[in-house]
């Protein structure tokens, strides 16, 4: 389904009402543009100003908040052919609602909004501003009612591999850790909503979309589940223990998966994390020197199939891709946002 807004966007309604609003324009994206959902033009009585859309069907939670400031100060700093952010370089983000510390996040990156409850910033340049916050509407996490931890686990094998969506049942199953027959009533429901259609077809599933599925999927849905508990590591830095761990599993034969920052990490060298999720059965933190700490360093995450065994770099082994944008995109450190942007731009394009 589309998320591209029309001119009668309610919430431009509330743009047309700003004092300084002579008129707005919907400038339609053409096929191929990176501004996928168009552009507005919004006229002021000192003259014109272009804001590239980002529009969102879904209650944005910290992990799709990030993901969308990380994506826009990304963009800033190409624009600008450097490492530094542009900070006036404007951009709206349509929303159905956003909370308070949501607004203020948006604010503080320089980043005009609006969404149904009312709440609005208009930000254009150094001559108008105009910000109402607060105004409350209870929200929905996005796909409350059908998506499951089964559903977003087999949404990650499709993002990792494509191609996968014409494997068998059976190797669909064993691949993400599901029942053959979880996997047959998943794969009849994306069919339904389809997603994975066949390549080049009108009707495949918009990729902001899926991006945002499998972002917030991750951080409300699944992760909570895989959670097995934090632990701490008798190495003074977190490269020894990373280094110690991928010499002790490989010689104990322990499956594990390194994600997050030590992840990205090992496949780009732009982000150092102080944390170390990684997916590793319990039973193993033992045998790996693993203390129980509910403050500590080590956050297990439960492996679920094949799927997180991905590649390995330079002798560390690496969740795929999509999960590791994903947990960059959990914590509230602002370099794992712009590092999940790095990454995001190298091995999700």
Known sequence: MSVDPTNAE??????????????????????GDRNASGVLEITTPRG???????????????????????????????????????????TLV????????????????????????????LALGDEYNWTVIGERKPPKPPQS????????????????NPESATWTVRDLAVAVGLSKSKVAELRLQFAQERIFAARGSEKSPDPHELRDRLVTGYNQILRPKLMLGRFRYPEPSVEQFVARLTHDAAARK???????GPAADAMQHFYRSSEVPVFLNAEHHRA?????DRTGPVVLLKPFGDL?????????????PWLVYAELLTGIDPRAREAAEEFRQEYLK
């Open 10 to 31: 309610p919430r431009f309604d509330q743009i047309r009402a700003v004092p300084f609003v002579r008129h707005l324009r919907l400038v339609p994206a053409k096929s």
């Open 94 to 121: 349509l929303a159905p609602y956003l909370a308070t510390p949501t607004a203020k996040s948006f604010i503080d990156a320089g980043i005009s909004f609006a969404d149904e409850a009312g709440n609005i910033h």
């Open 145 to 160: 009612e059908r998506t499951t931890p089964a559903a977003v686990k087999l949404l990650f094998q499709f993002a990792a």
């Open 308 to 320: 997180v065994y991905w590649r390995e770099f330079k002798g560390k082994m690496v969740a795929p």
């Open 48 to 90: 014109k100003h272009r804001l590239p859309l980002i529009v969102k069907r879904s209650y944005l939670d910290r992990s799709m908040v990030n993901a969308v400031i990380g994506q826009i100060q990304g963009e800033r700093r190409a624009a600008k052919g450097g490492r530094h952010t542009v900070p006036n370089v404007e």
């Open 254 to 260: 322990i499956p594990y998966a390194l994600t997050g």
């Open 288 to 292: 790996l020197r693993l203390l129980p």
